[in-house]
């Protein structure tokens, strides 16, 4: 089975300022990796799919980056409603299964 | 405006049974592939199982915790899909949600299912 292990666990970044998260995979998953914003209350939404792709109105200051082992989720000027929990996720085909990291969680500082 | 509504969460005992229901509007239901996934108090997300449309032949996916014990059916007549939860464990406690799409685009605000005695 596939482990997605994201880092660093916590991030203090202040309002406008960029944050940079990671997810490594102990195997290859190729591009097959997602991430998502999480919020207490709310729905999960989707950011990032098949590592670089912005999901269907996701602001351009996402971005995600990465193949093979080691993804890299990039929000370029944080806005108040940034502040959440991510999680980079990988699926596979054989078999079926999709595995989700720990989760960052996006604090402010 | 494209959603997704669960419902049927509760409290049960545990060996108990709880059917959940996911309500998908605003898309084409029957072409959509729906996933549930789960969040355990203080976990992180764990993808419970899958089922694909019937045009891609209506088969089920399912994690290995739950294989087995949960069963995964929609009725595309009602724009709905369930999760059949039998042999329930304190360990299946959580908050479940329903997801659609091969990368989970859509999700709904999920259902809280307490298994206690």
């Known amino acids: 089975e596939i482990v997605l292990t994201q880092s660093p666990a916590t991030l203090s970044v202040s309002p406008g300022e960029r944050a940079t998260l990671s997810c490594r995979a102990s195997q290859s998953v190729s591009t097959y990796l997602a991430w998502y914003q999480y919020k207490p209350g709310q729905a999960p939404r989707l950011l990032i799919y098949d590592a670089s792709n912005r999901a269907t109105g996701i602001p351009a200051r996402f971005s995600g980056s990465g193949s093979g082992t080691d993804f890299t989720l990039t929000i370029s000027s944080l806005e108040p409603e940034d502040f959440a929990v991510y999680y980079c996720q990988q699926r596979s085909n054989w078999p079926t299964m999709y595995t989700f990291g720990q989760g960052t969680k996006l604090e402010i500082k | 405006e494209v959603q997704l509504v669960e419902s049927g969460g509760g409290l049960v005992e545990p060996g108990g049974s709880l059917r959940l229901s996911c309500a998908g509007s605003g898309f084409i239901f029957s072409n959509a592939w729906m996933n549930w996934v789960r969040q355990a108090p203080g976990k992180g997300l764990e993808w419970v199982g899958r089922?694909?449309?019937?045009?891609?032949?209506?088969?089920?996916d399912y994690a290995a915790p739950v294989r087995g014990r949960f069963t995964i059916s929609r009725d595309d007549s009602r724009n709905t899909v369930y999760l059949q939860m039998n042999s329930l464990k304190t360990e299946d406690t959580a908050l479940y949600y329903c997801s659609t799409g091969i990368d989970l685009d859509l999700w709904g605000r999920g259902t809280l299912v307490t298994v206690s005695s």
């Open positions: 089922i694909k449309s019937k045009p891609d032949g209506a088969t089920t």
